[in-house]
DNA sequence: GAATTGACGCGGC
DNA sequence: GGCCGCGCCAATT
């Protein structure tokens, strides 16, 4: 597991409960601007026992970005976010402004 | 090891 | 934020 693999998932760990990250957000706080692609690669060859809250990270618009391959529950991180009070609207998107997780405040 | 692909971001139009 | 193109890095083929 390589350096910039454990920052990420700590950054992501570190996600507060009804507040979500966008992956350029993540890299950002991991110390790898502007590799908000790689945040992508990393949560998706994420291992089962790694135990992250990678359903509070979401792409700049707001919306979900779901993985090549669905296991059948495609709306699952819709589901978990919206177990934690955050609420989309009509196209499928989040209030950024609203819910982004600001790391200064929390 | 080169080429391809992929949970993306950002600047332009 | 809609679509297009470019950039970036790692994993896969």
């Given at each position: 597991m390589s350096d910039s693999h454990k920052r990420i998932l700590q950054v992501v760990n570190a996600i507060p409960p009804g507040r979500v990250a966008t992956y350029g957000q993540v890299a950002q706080l991991a110390?790898?601007?502007?590799?908000a692609r790689l945040v992508g690669t990393v949560l998706a060859n994420?291992?089962?026992?790694?135990?992250?809250?990678?359903?509070r990270v979401i792409n700049a618009r707001g919306a979900i970005s779901e993985?090549?391959?669905?296991?059948?529950?495609?709306?699952y991180q819709r589901i978990l976010l919206e177990a934690e009070g955050i609420v989309f609207d009509e196209r499928d998107t989040i209030e950024l402004s609203r819910y982004r997780w600001k790391p200064d405040n929390q």
């Open positions: 110390g790898l601007p502007r590799r994420l291992d089962e026992s790694e135990q992250v809250p990678w359903h993985r090549s391959s669905l296991g059948g529950s495609e709306d």
